[in-house]
Protein backbone atom coordinates (compact mmCIF):
# COMPACT_ATOMS: atom_id res chain seq x y z
CA UNK A 1 0.00 0.00 0.00
CA UNK A 2 1.07 3.50 -0.60
CA UNK A 3 0.84 6.57 1.21
CA UNK A 4 -2.24 9.13 0.46
CA UNK A 5 0.03 11.71 -1.19
CA UNK A 6 -1.36 14.99 0.29
CA UNK A 7 1.92 16.55 1.82
CA UNK A 8 4.68 17.69 -0.22
CA UNK A 9 7.39 16.71 1.38
CA UNK A 10 11.28 17.41 1.97
CA UNK A 11 13.23 14.93 1.36
CA UNK A 12 15.02 14.96 4.82
CA UNK A 13 14.39 11.31 7.60
CA UNK A 14 14.80 12.77 11.24
CA UNK A 15 15.76 9.88 13.27
CA UNK A 16 17.00 12.11 16.47
CA UNK A 17 16.43 15.37 18.27
CA UNK A 18 17.00 17.32 21.66
CA UNK A 19 16.14 20.61 22.57
CA UNK A 20 15.94 22.60 19.02
CA UNK A 21 18.29 20.64 17.24
CA UNK A 22 17.56 17.92 14.84
CA UNK A 23 19.71 14.84 12.82
CA UNK A 24 18.54 13.72 9.83
CA UNK A 25 19.47 9.68 8.81
CA UNK A 26 22.46 10.97 7.14
CA UNK A 27 23.77 12.58 10.50
CA UNK A 28 23.48 16.22 9.38
CA UNK A 29 22.34 18.57 11.81
CA UNK A 30 19.64 21.18 12.00
CA UNK A 31 18.44 23.94 14.24
CA UNK A 32 14.96 23.60 14.12
CA UNK A 33 13.09 26.99 14.09
CA UNK A 34 9.65 25.68 12.78
CA UNK A 35 8.75 23.30 15.71
CA UNK A 36 7.07 20.84 13.73
CA UNK A 37 4.52 23.72 12.60
CA UNK A 38 4.67 25.30 16.20
CA UNK A 39 4.05 22.12 18.24
CA UNK A 40 7.49 21.68 19.26
CA UNK A 41 6.83 23.71 22.46
CA UNK A 42 9.32 22.68 25.63
CA UNK A 43 12.02 21.02 22.67
CA UNK A 44 12.15 17.96 21.49
CA UNK A 45 12.48 14.99 23.67
CA UNK A 46 13.10 17.31 26.94
CA UNK A 47 14.22 14.59 29.75
CA UNK A 48 10.64 15.91 32.08
CA UNK A 49 8.63 14.67 29.24
CA UNK A 50 10.44 11.54 27.68
CA UNK A 51 10.18 10.01 31.74
CA UNK A 52 6.41 11.21 32.31
CA UNK A 53 5.58 9.83 29.61
CA UNK A 54 7.42 6.58 29.84
CA UNK A 55 6.17 6.36 33.27
CA UNK A 56 2.76 6.97 32.47
CA UNK A 57 2.77 4.12 29.50
CA UNK A 58 3.80 1.64 32.30
CA UNK A 59 1.20 2.19 34.33
CA UNK A 60 -1.76 2.63 32.08
CA UNK A 61 -1.70 4.15 28.23
CA UNK A 62 -5.60 4.95 27.89
CA UNK A 63 -8.68 4.05 29.35
CA UNK A 64 -12.24 5.49 28.24
CA UNK A 65 -13.63 8.50 29.49
CA UNK A 66 -16.12 6.50 31.46
CA UNK A 67 -13.64 5.53 34.30
CA UNK A 68 -12.21 8.21 37.22
CA UNK A 69 -8.98 9.56 35.07
CA UNK A 70 -7.42 11.84 37.93
CA UNK A 71 -4.69 13.00 35.84
CA UNK A 72 -7.30 15.36 33.77
CA UNK A 73 -8.02 16.73 36.95
CA UNK A 74 -4.36 17.61 37.44
CA UNK A 75 -3.93 19.14 33.98
CA UNK A 76 -6.74 20.91 34.22
CA UNK A 77 -5.89 22.53 37.14
CA UNK A 78 -2.16 23.21 36.11
CA UNK A 79 -3.60 25.08 32.94
CA UNK A 80 -6.29 27.00 34.79
CA UNK A 81 -2.94 28.31 36.83
CA UNK A 82 -0.59 28.36 33.99
CA UNK A 83 -2.92 30.63 31.69
CA UNK A 84 -4.85 33.09 34.65
CA UNK A 85 -8.30 31.15 34.04
CA UNK A 86 -9.15 29.13 37.15
CA UNK A 87 -13.00 29.43 37.04
CA UNK A 88 -12.90 28.32 33.33
CA UNK A 89 -13.62 24.70 32.87
CA UNK A 90 -11.75 22.28 30.24
CA UNK A 91 -12.62 19.70 27.64
CA UNK A 92 -10.09 17.26 26.15
CA UNK A 93 -10.18 16.01 22.29
CA UNK A 94 -7.37 15.38 20.10
CA UNK A 95 -6.70 17.69 17.89
CA UNK A 96 -6.88 21.63 16.48
CA UNK A 97 -9.76 21.00 13.83
CA UNK A 98 -11.73 18.77 16.74
CA UNK A 99 -10.89 21.69 19.46
CA UNK A 100 -12.28 23.80 17.08
CA UNK A 101 -15.29 22.06 15.93
CA UNK A 102 -16.29 21.72 20.15
CA UNK A 103 -16.08 25.32 20.21
CA UNK A 104 -18.65 26.19 17.66
CA UNK A 105 -20.95 23.31 18.28
CA UNK A 106 -20.99 23.75 22.15
CA UNK A 107 -21.51 27.96 21.09
CA UNK A 108 -24.54 26.74 19.15
CA UNK A 109 -25.92 24.81 21.56
CA UNK A 110 -25.69 27.38 23.92
CA UNK A 111 -27.13 30.20 22.23
CA UNK A 112 -29.67 27.49 20.06
CA UNK A 113 -28.24 30.17 17.06
CA UNK A 114 -26.64 29.10 13.75
CA UNK A 115 -24.75 31.72 12.67
CA UNK A 116 -20.54 32.03 12.90
CA UNK A 117 -18.78 34.66 12.20
CA UNK A 118 -15.35 34.52 10.82
CA UNK A 119 -12.18 36.40 9.05
CA UNK A 120 -10.80 36.84 5.54
CA UNK A 121 -7.67 34.24 5.56
CA UNK A 122 -8.35 32.75 8.70
CA UNK A 123 -7.40 29.04 9.10
CA UNK A 124 -9.47 27.17 11.60
CA UNK A 125 -8.77 23.41 10.50
CA UNK A 126 -9.87 20.67 8.26
CA UNK A 127 -13.02 19.02 9.75
CA UNK A 128 -16.70 20.15 8.78
CA UNK A 129 -17.24 23.62 10.70
CA UNK A 130 -14.00 24.42 11.30
CA UNK A 131 -13.04 24.00 7.69
CA UNK A 132 -16.06 25.90 6.82
CA UNK A 133 -15.00 29.07 8.89
CA UNK A 134 -11.70 28.66 6.94
CA UNK A 135 -11.01 31.38 4.05
CA UNK A 136 -9.74 28.71 1.74
CA UNK A 137 -12.16 27.27 -0.92
CA UNK A 138 -9.58 25.00 -2.31
CA UNK A 139 -9.97 23.04 1.41
CA UNK A 140 -13.51 23.08 1.92
CA UNK A 141 -15.36 20.23 0.02
CA UNK A 142 -18.94 20.58 -1.26
CA UNK A 143 -20.65 18.57 1.62
CA UNK A 144 -18.62 21.68 4.26
CA UNK A 145 -20.58 24.67 2.31
CA UNK A 146 -22.75 26.36 4.27
CA UNK A 147 -24.54 29.86 4.37
CA UNK A 148 -24.05 29.82 7.95
CA UNK A 149 -20.44 30.65 8.20
CA UNK A 150 -20.05 34.67 6.95
CA UNK A 151 -16.56 36.01 6.50
CA UNK A 152 -15.83 39.63 7.01
CA UNK A 153 -12.64 41.53 6.31
CA UNK A 154 -9.96 40.71 9.09
CA UNK A 155 -9.83 43.86 12.08
CA UNK A 156 -12.14 45.50 9.92
CA UNK A 157 -14.33 47.30 12.84
CA UNK A 158 -16.98 48.65 10.63
CA UNK A 159 -18.06 45.70 8.67
CA UNK A 160 -18.32 44.02 11.95
CA UNK A 161 -20.44 46.72 14.01
CA UNK A 162 -22.78 46.72 10.23
CA UNK A 163 -22.71 42.47 10.43
CA UNK A 164 -24.12 42.64 14.49
CA UNK A 165 -26.60 45.79 13.40
CA UNK A 166 -28.01 43.37 10.61
CA UNK A 167 -27.90 39.98 12.23
CA UNK A 168 -26.47 40.04 15.56
CA UNK A 169 -29.16 38.42 16.94
CA UNK A 170 -28.68 35.13 15.06
CA UNK A 171 -25.29 35.24 15.70
CA UNK A 172 -23.78 31.94 17.90
CA UNK A 173 -20.28 32.48 17.69
CA UNK A 174 -17.38 34.95 16.36
CA UNK A 175 -14.11 32.69 16.04
CA UNK A 176 -10.67 34.50 15.92
CA UNK A 177 -6.88 33.83 16.03
CA UNK A 178 -5.19 36.17 18.21
CA UNK A 179 -2.45 35.87 15.47
CA UNK A 180 -2.96 34.67 12.07
CA UNK A 181 -1.06 31.80 11.35
CA UNK A 182 -2.03 30.15 7.73
CA UNK A 183 -3.00 33.80 6.72
CA UNK A 184 0.50 34.92 7.25
CA UNK A 185 1.37 36.09 10.71
CA UNK A 186 -0.92 38.96 11.31
CA UNK A 187 -2.30 40.10 14.56
CA UNK A 188 -6.05 40.83 15.31
CA UNK A 189 -5.67 44.63 16.42
CA UNK A 190 -6.63 44.98 20.33
CA UNK A 191 -9.54 47.58 19.11
CA UNK A 192 -11.23 44.77 16.97
CA UNK A 193 -10.18 42.18 19.60
CA UNK A 194 -12.24 44.26 22.38
CA UNK A 195 -15.36 45.35 19.91
CA UNK A 196 -15.78 41.51 19.36
CA UNK A 197 -16.21 41.46 22.80
CA UNK A 198 -18.47 44.08 23.29
CA UNK A 199 -20.69 42.73 20.45
CA UNK A 200 -20.73 39.56 21.91
CA UNK A 201 -22.01 40.84 25.61
CA UNK A 202 -24.43 43.13 23.62
CA UNK A 203 -25.87 40.46 21.31
CA UNK A 204 -25.42 37.28 23.55
CA UNK A 205 -22.49 35.51 21.20
CA UNK A 206 -20.10 33.63 21.90
CA UNK A 207 -16.33 34.99 21.25
CA UNK A 208 -14.09 32.09 20.60
CA UNK A 209 -10.41 32.66 20.47
CA UNK A 210 -8.92 30.02 18.65
CA UNK A 211 -5.42 29.72 20.02
CA UNK A 212 -4.40 26.01 18.25
CA UNK A 213 -1.42 28.15 16.82
CA UNK A 214 -0.76 31.62 18.39
CA UNK A 215 -1.68 30.14 22.23
CA UNK A 216 0.15 28.33 25.17
CA UNK A 217 2.81 30.78 25.48
CA UNK A 218 4.20 31.14 21.97
CA UNK A 219 3.74 34.88 22.10
CA UNK A 220 5.08 35.25 25.70
CA UNK A 221 1.59 35.78 27.44
CA UNK A 222 -0.16 32.26 27.75
CA UNK A 223 -3.32 32.86 24.91
CA UNK A 224 -1.94 35.89 22.50
CA UNK A 225 -5.38 37.32 22.52
CA UNK A 226 -4.62 38.33 26.51
CA UNK A 227 -2.59 41.27 24.99
CA UNK A 228 -5.82 43.00 24.36
CA UNK A 229 -7.34 42.62 27.86
CA UNK A 230 -10.57 40.71 26.83
CA UNK A 231 -11.65 37.34 28.09
CA UNK A 232 -12.91 35.07 25.49
CA UNK A 233 -15.75 32.61 26.34
CA UNK A 234 -14.01 29.80 25.14
CA UNK A 235 -10.39 29.21 24.05
CA UNK A 236 -9.14 26.68 21.96
CA UNK A 237 -5.65 25.20 22.13
CA UNK A 238 -3.51 22.31 20.60
CA UNK A 239 -0.46 22.40 18.92
CA UNK A 240 1.80 23.00 22.20
CA UNK A 241 -0.01 21.39 24.26
CA UNK A 242 1.33 18.19 24.23
CA UNK A 243 4.88 18.84 22.50
CA UNK A 244 3.90 16.80 19.66
CA UNK A 245 1.80 14.02 21.90
CA UNK A 246 -1.86 15.01 20.13
CA UNK A 247 -3.56 16.54 22.35
CA UNK A 248 -6.43 19.55 21.68
CA UNK A 249 -8.99 21.01 24.26
CA UNK A 250 -11.20 23.70 24.52
CA UNK A 251 -11.07 25.87 27.87
CA UNK A 252 -14.80 26.77 28.42
CA UNK A 253 -16.06 30.56 30.74
CA UNK A 254 -18.46 29.41 33.81
CA UNK A 255 -20.96 30.69 32.12
CA UNK A 256 -21.45 27.42 29.71
CA UNK A 257 -23.59 24.65 31.33
CA UNK A 258 -22.44 20.92 30.89
CA UNK A 259 -24.50 17.70 30.62
CA UNK A 260 -23.60 14.42 29.72
CA UNK A 261 -22.85 13.29 26.21
CA UNK A 262 -23.04 17.03 25.13
CA UNK A 263 -19.61 16.88 24.05
CA UNK A 264 -17.54 13.36 23.89
CA UNK A 265 -14.70 11.70 21.76
CA UNK A 266 -12.97 8.51 22.67
CA UNK A 267 -9.04 9.10 22.34
CA UNK A 268 -9.49 12.55 24.36
CA UNK A 269 -8.04 13.00 27.57
CA UNK A 270 -6.68 9.80 27.61
CA UNK A 271 -3.71 9.09 30.16
CA UNK A 272 -0.91 9.36 28.05
CA UNK A 273 -2.14 12.34 26.23
CA UNK A 274 -2.33 14.18 29.87
CA UNK A 275 0.75 12.85 31.08
CA UNK A 276 2.05 14.44 28.66
CA UNK A 277 0.23 17.88 28.34
CA UNK A 278 1.13 17.77 32.52
CA UNK A 279 4.92 17.85 31.55
CA UNK A 280 4.96 20.62 29.44
CA UNK A 281 3.28 22.66 31.65
CA UNK A 282 5.65 21.69 34.21
CA UNK A 283 8.27 23.23 32.20
CA UNK A 284 6.67 25.91 30.72
CA UNK A 285 6.18 26.93 34.77
CA UNK A 286 9.52 26.05 36.17
CA UNK A 287 11.58 27.15 33.41
CA UNK A 288 9.50 30.53 32.92
CA UNK A 289 9.33 29.48 29.19
CA UNK A 290 6.49 32.38 28.99
CA UNK A 291 9.27 35.01 29.44
CA UNK A 292 12.02 33.32 27.56
CA UNK A 293 9.43 33.46 24.98
CA UNK A 294 8.58 37.22 25.56
CA UNK A 295 12.40 38.16 25.77
CA UNK A 296 13.88 35.99 22.86
CA UNK A 297 11.26 37.22 19.90
CA UNK A 298 11.59 40.82 20.80
CA UNK A 299 15.45 40.47 20.55
CA UNK A 300 14.54 38.64 16.85
CA UNK A 301 11.95 41.02 16.19
CA UNK A 302 14.28 43.61 16.90
CA UNK A 303 17.20 42.06 14.73
CA UNK A 304 14.85 41.42 11.97
CA UNK A 305 13.93 44.66 11.03
CA UNK A 306 17.58 45.81 10.60
CA UNK A 307 17.14 44.44 7.51
CA UNK A 308 17.04 46.24 4.70
CA UNK A 309 15.61 43.38 2.29
CA UNK A 310 13.09 42.48 4.77
CA UNK A 311 9.79 44.17 3.57
CA UNK A 312 8.02 43.80 7.15
CA UNK A 313 8.58 41.56 10.30
CA UNK A 314 5.36 40.87 12.28
CA UNK A 315 4.48 39.07 15.21
CA UNK A 316 5.13 38.30 18.85
CA UNK A 317 7.05 36.74 21.07
CA UNK A 318 7.98 33.32 18.94
CA UNK A 319 5.33 33.61 16.32
CA UNK A 320 6.99 35.79 13.27
CA UNK A 321 6.43 36.72 10.00
CA UNK A 322 9.64 37.71 7.94
CA UNK A 323 8.25 39.02 4.83
CA UNK A 324 10.28 38.79 1.57
CA UNK A 325 10.41 40.23 -1.89
CA UNK A 326 8.60 37.67 -3.75
CA UNK A 327 12.05 37.44 -5.86
CA UNK A 328 13.69 36.25 -2.53
CA UNK A 329 10.83 33.31 -1.98
CA UNK A 330 13.44 30.65 -2.21
CA UNK A 331 15.45 32.03 0.92
CA UNK A 332 13.47 29.61 3.20
CA UNK A 333 14.44 27.18 0.77
CA UNK A 334 18.30 27.65 1.16
CA UNK A 335 18.39 27.86 4.86
CA UNK A 336 16.97 24.60 5.00
CA UNK A 337 19.55 23.18 2.05
CA UNK A 338 22.73 25.34 2.86
CA UNK A 339 22.31 26.42 6.47
CA UNK A 340 20.52 23.49 8.23
CA UNK A 341 17.55 25.64 9.57
CA UNK A 342 14.47 24.62 9.48
CA UNK A 343 11.93 27.35 9.48
CA UNK A 344 7.99 27.62 8.15
CA UNK A 345 6.55 29.81 5.38
CA UNK A 346 3.16 31.53 4.36
CA UNK A 347 2.97 31.24 0.73
CA UNK A 348 4.49 32.49 -1.48
CA UNK A 349 7.25 34.77 0.45
CA UNK A 350 6.84 34.68 4.42
CA UNK A 351 8.92 32.93 6.69
CA UNK A 352 7.80 31.78 9.37
CA UNK A 353 9.46 31.42 12.98
CA UNK A 354 7.65 29.04 15.60
CA UNK A 355 10.32 27.55 17.73
CA UNK A 356 10.57 26.08 20.87
CA UNK A 357 9.79 28.44 23.37
CA UNK A 358 13.09 27.72 25.36
CA UNK A 359 15.19 28.42 22.32
CA UNK A 360 18.50 30.65 23.13
CA UNK A 361 19.91 33.76 22.29
CA UNK A 362 22.65 31.92 20.57
CA UNK A 363 19.76 30.08 18.62
CA UNK A 364 18.56 33.55 17.64
CA UNK A 365 21.86 34.64 16.72
CA UNK A 366 22.48 31.56 14.37
CA UNK A 367 19.57 32.47 12.72
CA UNK A 368 19.91 36.09 11.94
CA UNK A 369 23.54 35.26 10.44
CA UNK A 370 21.99 32.30 8.41
CA UNK A 371 19.68 34.79 7.26
CA UNK A 372 22.22 37.76 6.60
CA UNK A 373 24.36 35.42 4.69
CA UNK A 374 21.00 34.17 2.34
CA UNK A 375 20.02 38.04 1.86
CA UNK A 376 23.63 39.15 0.55
CA UNK A 377 23.69 36.20 -1.95
C1 LIG B 1 -5.11 28.59 14.05
C2 LIG B 1 -5.31 27.14 13.79
N1 LIG B 1 -6.47 26.56 14.12
C3 LIG B 1 -6.70 25.25 13.92
C4 LIG B 1 -5.73 24.45 13.34
C5 LIG B 1 -6.00 22.99 13.10
O1 LIG B 1 -5.26 22.22 13.96
P1 LIG B 1 -5.03 20.63 13.64
O2 LIG B 1 -4.15 20.57 12.45
O3 LIG B 1 -4.42 20.11 14.90
O4 LIG B 1 -6.38 20.05 13.39
C6 LIG B 1 -4.50 25.00 12.97
C7 LIG B 1 -3.45 24.17 12.34
O5 LIG B 1 -2.53 24.63 11.72
C8 LIG B 1 -4.28 26.39 13.20
O6 LIG B 1 -3.13 26.97 12.85
Redesign the pocket.
Known sequence: MNLFDVYPINPINIVRAKGSTVWDANGNEYLDLYGG??VISIGHTHPHYVESITKQLHNIGFYSNSVEIPIQKELATKLGRVSGKEDYTLFLCN??????ENALKLASFHTGRKKVIAFSKA?????SL?VAATDNPAIVAPVNETDNVIFLPFNDEEALQKAFDSFGDDVAAVII?GI???GGIRESSIPFLKLIRTLCDKFESVFIA?????GYGRTGLFYSHDYSGIQADIY?M??GMGNGFPI?AIAISPKFKASYGLLGTTFGGNHLACAAAVSVLDIIEQDNLLTNARDIGTYLIEELQKFDKVQEVRGRGLMIGIELPVELASVKKDLLLKNKIFTGEAKPNVIRILPALNITKAHADQFLSALDERLKD
Open positions: HASGAEANFHGRTAEQGVDSVQCSAKG
